[in-house]
């Protein structure tokens, strides 16, 4: 067997700044709320809606391993997967369940919050364009997605260490520097000053629609 490894650009700056921003901004709503500052809870729940519109955005006109294309899997390949059938770099299919479960529950709880109220001083910016019973259910809802917040954070970050430890594969020096080392070799993902503009391009058009929503 040959020890040849092959240096793959499997993770665009685009997306690796989106993951730590994200991590980082998600950490920073759940410390606000428990501080009760809800002025900054607000402003970093916008960054992450604005952040989560972009790689929506992203998912398709992105390159490579970013696209949903390249990760979005039906059930057939995941079963594959776990029977322990190989795949190509980027996402594994079971990976790219827990990706989109966040992805999804963490769009609920940036968009749900634009509808939320304390009872006592604060008010998402959308509030008052809803009744107020609709805006007590979707605080409700927010408050409740709390426990699927961290189940899904917890079994993502359990899941990278588990790579690591057990099975002995780096999945974290990749999302830092945007390279994998492969026994294969595969195409790299398009990381070049073109895609790097259109990111920016796509991200300052979603930080301008949420800037927008929220003063409606
Ligand atoms: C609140 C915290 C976090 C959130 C919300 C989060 C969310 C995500 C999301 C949405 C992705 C998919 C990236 C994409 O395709 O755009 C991802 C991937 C990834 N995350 Fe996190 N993450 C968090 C914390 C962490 C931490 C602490 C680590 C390091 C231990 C980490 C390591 C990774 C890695 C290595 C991947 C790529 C996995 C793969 O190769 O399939 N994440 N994360
Ligand atoms: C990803 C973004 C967000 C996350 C992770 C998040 C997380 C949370 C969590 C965990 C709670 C429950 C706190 C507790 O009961 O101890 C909460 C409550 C709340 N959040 Fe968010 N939130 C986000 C975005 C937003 C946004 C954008 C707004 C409004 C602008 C907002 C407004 C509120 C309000 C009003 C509450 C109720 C506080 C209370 O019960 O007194 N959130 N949020």
Not at 18 to 25: G, S
Not at 68 to 73: E, G, L, N, Q
Not at 79 to 101: E, I, K, Q
Request: charged share 10%; with cysteine.
């Amino acid at each position: 067997m040959s020890d040849t490894a092959f240096k793959i650009r499997v993770w665009d700056l685009p997306t690796r700044l989106f993951h730590w921003t994200l991590a980082a901004l998600v950490i920073g709503s759940f410390v606000s709320v428990k501080m009760g500052n809800m002025d900054w809870h607000g402003r970093l729940g916008y960054a992450v809606l604005a952040l989560l519109l972009f790689r929506l955005i992203w998912g398709f006109a992105g390159g490579g391993y970013s696209r949903f294309t390249a990760f979005v899997r039906g059930p057939g390949s995941i079963m594959a997967y776990l029977r322990g059938a190989s795949h190509g770099p980027g996402h594994n299919p079971l990976g790219a369940l827990s990706v989109l479960g966040m992805l999804a529950a963490l769009l609920f709880q940036a968009s749900s919050g634009l509808f939320t109220n304390d009872d006592i001083a604060f008010e998402g910016p959308l509030s008052r364009h809803v009744s107020s019973a609709l805006s007590s259910l979707l605080t409700t809802w927010h408050r409740r997605n709390e426990t699927i917040l961290i189940a899904l954070v917890v079994v993502h970050v359990a899941a990278i260490m588990y790579y690591r430890l057990r099975l002995k594969q780096d999945l974290i020096s990749p999302m830092l520097t945007g390279d994998a080392l492969l026994p294969s070799p595969y195409p790299n993902s398009p990381d070049n000053l073109t895609m790097r503009l259109r990111a920016l391009a796509i991200a300052t058009a979603c930080a301008a629609l949420v800037a927008w929503i929220i003063t409606l």
